[in-house]
């Protein structure tokens, strides 16, 4: 089998990420949250958040 040098890059990222625990916790509560409706949308949203 052959494998194109992004798609085992990918690979290998996302193998790096689900082997740690810390990140896939925080990405399912960004997941929960997004589901939610707790999301933020807009350049300007964000910017008035950085100057809080």
Known sequence: MLISPD???SLEET???LGD???VAELV??????ME???VR???A???LRRK
């Open 21 to 23: 625990s810390e990140a």
């Open 7 to 9: 798609d085992l890059e």
């Open 15 to 17: 193998l790096a990420v």
């Open 42 to 44: 807009g350049v300007e």
């Open 46 to 48: 964000v910017r008035a």
């Open 29 to 34: 509560e960004a997941h929960g949250a997004y």
């Open 37 to 39: 409706g707790d999301v």
